[in-house]
C-alpha cells in the first residue's frame, strides 16, 4: 500500500500542480508540467513516508495465481495493443474503443497544443471542457516526459490496470480480482454449445467490465485504484475503528472529480450511508468536512458550475433496453441475482438476531453495494442510461467481494468449485473471448490525412473552431483543432444542449444562400471540407467554396469564411 499511495499522489499531486499553474499562466505552458513533475515527485515521497510499513496481503494459491494470470492478460493486451500505428493507419485494439479512444486522443492532442485556461471544449467550441481532465493532463505529462504520444497512453493503461488489480487483490483477494474480471450472469454459458468463444456478455446491458470499462473509460486507471485504496483505509478506520485518517486519505478522495466524477459520487453516497447508519459519525464528519470544500471546488469546475448533467429520470425498465427487464436480468447477473439478495438478508439475520461483529464490517459494505445497485437499476442519472453502470460498477465491488469473506469462506469445500464455476464461468469466457479479438485492430484514421490535418491546425490558433462534419474521428479534432461541434453521441451523454448549433451548422455546411448568417450565428471564421463532409452533406451547394483557401491537402481544403470575424 506504500508504493501504490505514492503512485497515485504522484499521479494525483502532479496533476493539480499543472491544473492550477496553467490557471494561474493562462496556458498550458512547458514550465507548468515540469512544476507538475516536482510537486508530484515530492508528494509522493511524503505520502510513502506517511504510510504506516507493516501491511497484510493475501498469498495467492493455486486458484489465485490462475485469476493473477488472467489479470495480467488482460492488463497486457489492453495497454500494448491499445493503438497503434500499422501502415497508412492509425488502429485501436478493440471496437468497443473506437469512439472512447478517440475522444481521449482528442482532449490529449487539444492540450498538447498549450490552449488557454480554463480551455473550451473541443467538441464543442462554444463551451468551456466539461470533461474531468485529470487523465489527459497526465498523458501530456508522459509524452513531454519522454515518452511517444502512443507510448504514453500504453503506458498509462499498463500503470493504472496494474495499480487497479492489485488494490483489488487488496481490497478482497482472489474473489475480489475475480469479482473485477468476470462479472457475468448465463450469456457465456453458450460456449459450452461449441463455436468460437466470443465475448457473449456484449449483448446484454451489463457488459464485461474489462473489456467494457476499463478498456474505454480512462478516468477509471486513476480512480479504480484510488477508490479500491480508499475502501482499504476506511475500512480500517470507519468500520474497524483502528486508527485515524491522515492527509493522503484526504489528498486522494477530494481530489477524484478531476479524473471520474462517478466514482467520487460512488464514494460519497457510502460515506452518507454510513453516517446515517450512526457509523464512526465523528470520524466521519471531520474528514468529509476536511475534503468537502477542494473536492466541491473540482466537481463545480468539471462541470461549468454544476450546469452538465440533466437525464436524471425514473426508468425501471432501462435495464431491458425495451424487451423484458426480468430476462435481462437474469442473463446479465445469472447465480448473484439470487446470492446478493440471500446474503443480505443472511448478513442482517446475523446482525440483528446474534450480533456477530463480523456481519457488522460486511452489512457496511453489503448493503450500500446492493443498494446502489437496485437504484441504478430503477433511477438513470444521466442522458444516456448505460452510463448507470459506471456507478453500478462500485456497487459491485462493494457488494460481490462480501460473498467470499461472509459465506464462502465457511462452506465445505466440496462445494466451493461448483459455486465459484457458477459465479464466474460466464464473465470469464466473456473476459476471455474479448481477449481473443482480432489483432489487426481496427482503423480510425488514415496517418497521411492525420499529418496533413495536423499542417492545417498550425496555420490557426489553437482557440479558434472549425466548422466541420461532426464525427468522433474527424482529422482535425485528432490533430487537436476544435470543431463547432463534434460527434453528437458524445455531446449528447456528456450532458451538452448542442441542437440548435446542429441545425445551424447543417444549414452553414449544406452552403445555401444564408451560410453567412449561419456562420455569424456559430461565430466561426473556418469552414472544412474533406470526405467526411463529402459523405455527410453530399447535397451541399458549397455556397462557400469561392472564399480565401488557407490550406488544401490529402485531407481536405480549409476555407476562411469570415475575414477579422465579420462577414
Not at 508522459?142 to 488494490?167: P, Q, T
Request: proline share 5%; net charge neutral.
Amino acid at each position: 500500500m506504500k508504493a501504490m499511495a505514492a503512485v497515485l499522489v504522484l499521479i494525483s499531486a502532479g496533476v493539480m500542480a499543472v491544473l492550477l499553474a496553467a490557471l494561474l499562466a493562462g496556458t498550458l505552458a512547458p514550465w507548468t508540467i515540469g512544476l507538475g513533475w516536482v510537486i508530484g515527485a515530492a508528494a509522493a515521497a511524503a505520502a510513502w513516508r506517511a504510510q504506516r510499513s507493516e501491511d497484510r496481503w493475501e498469498q495467492p494459491g493455486p486458484l489465485g495465481w490462475f485469476i493473477l494470470a488472467c489479470a495480467a492478460l488482460f492488463v497486457l493486451r489492453t495497454s500494448f495493443w491499445l493503438a497503434w500505428e500499422q501502415g497508412a493507419d492509425l488502429r485501436v485494439g478493440s471496437p468497443k474503443n473506437l469512439g472512447d479512444f478517440a475522444l481521449h486522443f482528442v482532449h490529449v492532442a487539444f492540450l498538447e497544443r498549450a490552449p488557454a485556461f480554463w480551455p473550451l471544449n473541443p467538441i464543442a467550441a462554444a463551451d468551456p471542457l466539461t470533461y474531468p481532465p485529470g487523465m489527459a493532463l497526465w498523458t501530456v505529462m508522459l509524452d513531454r516526459a519522454g515518452f511517444s504520444l502512443f507510448g504514453a497512453f500504453a503506458f498509462g493503461s499498463l500503470l493504472g490496470l496494474g495499480l487497479g488489480v492489485a488494490a483489488c487483490w487488496r481490497w478482497g483477494g482472489a474473489f475480489a480480482v475475480a469479482v473485477l474480471l468476470c462479472n457475468g450472469g448465463l450469456a457465456g454459458w453458450a460456449a459450452l454449445q461449441g463455436g468460437a468463444w466470443i465475448d457473449f456478455q456484449d449483448g446484454q446491458v451489463w457488459k464485461n467490465i474489462p473489456h467494457a470499462m476499463l478498456t474505454t473509460q480512462r478516468g477509471l486507471l486513476y480512480a479504480l485504484p484510488a477508490g479500491l485504496w480508499l475502501l482499504v483505509r476506511w475500512r480500517e478506520v470507519f468500520v474497524r475503528a483502528q486508527g485515524a485518517w491522515g492527509w493522503t486519505d484526504w489528498w486522494l478522495y477530494c481530489t477524484l472529480p478531476l479524473f471520474h466524477a462517478h466514482t467520487f459520487l460512488a464514494l460519497s453516497l457510502l460515506l452518507g450511508v454510513w453516517f446515517l447508519a450512526g457509523l464512526s459519525r465523528r470520524a466521519l464528519l471531520g474528514y468529509v468536512g476536511a475534503a468537502f470544500p477542494v473536492a466541491a471546488l473540482l466537481l463545480w469546475q468539471v462541470t461549468n458550475g454544476f450546469a452538465v448533467g440533466g437525464g436524471l429520470r425514473w426508468d425501471p425498465g432501462w435495464i431491458g433496453e425495451g424487451g423484458s427487464v426480468v430476462k435481462s436480468l437474469i442473463f446479465s447477473y445469472g447465480a448473484w441475482l439470487a446470492v446478493l439478495p440471500a446474503l443480505a438478508l443472511l448478513t442482517g439475520w446475523r446482525w440483528w438476531r446474534r450480533r456477530e461483529p463480523a456481519a457488522r464490517e460486511t452489512a457496511a459494505f453489503l448493503w450500500p453495494g446492493c443498494g446502489l445497485l437496485g437504484i441504478c437499476g430503477l433511477v438513470v442519472f444521466q442522458p444516456w442510461a448505460w452510463d448507470n453502470t459506471k456507478l453500478m460498477l462500485w456497487g459491485w465491488l462493494l457488494a460481490a467481494p462480501m460473498v467470499w469473506q461472509s459465506w464462502l469462506v465457511d462452506v465445505v469445500r466440496a462445494w466451493r468449485a461448483p459455486v465459484l464455476f457458477a459465479l464466474f464461468f460466464s464473465g470469464w469466457v466473456s473476459l476471455i473471448g474479448g481477449l481473443l479479438a482480432s489483432r489487426e485492430g481496427y482503423g480510425i484514421a488514415n496517418r497521411v490525412e492525420l499529418s496533413d490535418a495536423r499542417m492545417a491546425a498550425r496555420q490557426l490558433r489553437v482557440d479558434e473552431p472549425v466548422a466541420a462534419a461532426p464525427d468522433y474521428n474527424h482529422v482535425l479534432l485528432l490533430a487537436g483543432q476544435p470543431l463547432v461541434l463534434g460527434y453528437d453521441g458524445h455531446l449528447w451523454s456528456h450532458g451538452i444542449d448542442y441542437r440548435a448549433r446542429m441545425g445551424q451548422l447543417e444549414a452553414l455546411m449544406h452552403g445555401g444562400p444564408d451560410w453567412r448568417e449561419r456562420a455569424d450565428e456559430l461565430d466561426v471564421d473556418y469552414l472544412f471540407w474533406g470526405l467526411k463532409e463529402e459523405q455527410r452533406f453530399p447535397g451541399s451547394v458549397k455556397g462557400w467554396s469561392g472564399e480565401a483557401v488557407v490550406h488544401r491537402g490529402p485531407a481536405g481544403t480549409l476555407y476562411r469564411i469570415r475575414q477579422d470575424g465579420a462577414p
